[in-house]
């Protein structure tokens, strides 16, 4: 062990500027109030306003109990300046971008279609756009401030479905299939400067919107797969994928980049 380190404060995240994209709804919810309970400044970017001000008002009303603090900014990922504004917005109320979660996506509102040649073309489009081209850019709006720092952490949010391919929303796998190999490829590019870049692969995980849209028969069966097929036989929930992304926003995770973890309770895709 070097001389002078100590793994005291390897996991502490307070105060720490925490941009999380899809942050209002959804897992995202999720992902930024945890952050905020542990002391993190949280930057909610999100198409869904009335959601993410409410999320955000919330994460302010306990910061003299959690030490975290939030702000909302309106972001479509899909258009750049709009993620440039995002930066601005978190550089001018934090004064700096220490994190960047990628979890925006489409999949909810993106029907399964039984035919792959049924999907629209510009169903096609948006889906990449925001599911692909939308890490790119939240990538390049927040590099410049990261590279001046000298420090920076950047999380992807891809899915387990592209390491076994699924039927039905073949646009989404391969979108997340991307995330993978931009998330290697990237962090070979930013390394030097300090900045991480990793992948996190979730099982399907009932957050309210997913669980809004399936039946409750639905969630027995996944639960009877899982105990079938999994290492923990148990539908996963937002709330598992917590710790990861704590632990890739942190300290402790220094050395480790360009990594694909799959957190899904080790489902045996053989």
Known sequence: MPEGFSARGLFDIAGRTIVVTGGAVGIGKVYSKALGEVGANV??????AEAGKALAAGIEAA???????AIFVETDV??????????????????????????????AK???????EDIPEEEWDRLMAVNLKGIFNCCKAVHARMRAQGYGKIVN???????????GRLHYTTSKAGVVGFTRSISHDLGSEGITVNAVCPGLTK????????PESH???????MAGTAAIPRVQ????????IIFLMSSASDFVTGQTIACEGGVNHL
């Open 219 to 225: 969630w027995q069966a996944r639960e009877k797969k």
């Open 43 to 48: 930057v909610i970017a999100d198409i869904e």
């Open 110 to 116: 993106i029907p399964k279609r039984k035919n792959w």
């Open 157 to 167: 949010i891809s899915s387990s479905t592209w390491l076994t391919g699924t039927t």
């Open 63 to 69: 910061s003299n109990e959690t030490g975290g603090h």
């Open 78 to 107: 899909s258009r750049m300046a709009a993620c440039q504004a995002m930066a601005q917005a978190a550089v001018d109320r934090f004064g700096r971008i220490d994190g960047l979660v990628n979890n925006a996506a489409l999949y």
């Open 207 to 214: 957050s309210e919107t997913i669980g809004a849209t399936m």
């Open 237 to 244: 929930m937002p709330e598992d994928l917590v710790g990861t």
